[in-house]
């Protein structure tokens, strides 16, 4: 199957700090990425849709300012939570789809960020 | 509203036996259906692929089912690993597969 990358697994910053997280799709280009997240024992919460060359679509609810999505190629999208707080502390995972076939979403390894 | 709910929240189960995992949906328009594993700390794995027509497919030990008319998936785990345990989760493709409602998962710890 397609394999999508996620870097880095896990990072630990300070409050007030920006972070940013990648998202790789190694085989194949995405057009479109999507970016969750999960609280413990939770579900996936979809938080934003990543458009190559354009916007991304924000979630109701999702602060577009804090959670900065870039989308600059057909195989890179980037997450960058700005200005961390200990309460954006949770494990993000990106996904991506093939080309023309909506059927699988294949997700990145996830990234667990603790703001201390 | 679309939604997906599964059965039970949490299990734990000796080591080689077996068990069943429910997924039931309110879902439309309806395209594909796939159970996913999770892992702690990682990110979702596809185990299998449910379409409208299908009933039944296997996946080595996993074995998915689906009754469209009610609504309803399982997915059944035949002689269970150690590293079953994990976090399995229902995801339910609208819209032509543009949208997916996730369950709430189904938290699965295989004791020895």
Redesign the interface.
Same mark, same amino acid.
């Given at each position: 199957g397609a394999v999508v990358s996620q870097h880095p697994s896990r990072v630990i910053c300070k409050s007030g700090t920006s972070v940013k997280i990648e998202c790789r799709s190694l085989d194949f280009q995405a057009t479109t990425m999507f970016w969750y997240r999960q609280f413990p024992k939770q579900s996936l919460m979809l938080m934003a849709t990543s458009n190559e060359g354009s916007k991304a679509t924000y979630e109701q609810g999702v602060e577009k300012d804090k959670f900065l999505i870039n989308h600059a190629s057909l195989t890179l999208s980037t997450l960058t939570v700005t200005s961390a707080h200990p309460e954006d502390s949770s494990f993000y995972i990106c996904s991506a789809r093939l080309p023309l076939k909506n059927t699988e979403a294949f997700f990145g390894q996830g990234t667990r960020l603790t703001v201390v | 509203k679309n939604q997906v709910e599964q059965s039970p929240q949490s299990l734990i189960i000796l080591e080689g036996k077996n068990c069943t995992l429910q997924c039931n949906y309110t879902v439309s328009p309806f395209?594909?259906l796939?159970w996913?594993k999770q892992d702690t700390?990682?990110?979702?794995?596809?185990l299998t692929?449910m *379409?409208f027509s299908e009933n039944t497919k296997s996946n080595g030990r996993y074995t998915a089912t689906l009754d469209a008319d009610t609504k309803q998936s399982s997915l059944h785990i035949t002689a269970s690993q150690l590293s079953d345990s994990a976090s399995y989760?229902c995801?339910v493709?609208t819209g032509?597969?543009?949208k997916?409602t996730?369950? *709430?998962?189904t938290?699965l710890k295989v004791e020895l």
């Open positions: - | 395209s594909n796939r996913y700390g990682r990110g979702p794995v596809s692929i *379409t989760i995801v493709f032509g597969g543009n997916l996730f369950g *709430t998962g938290q």
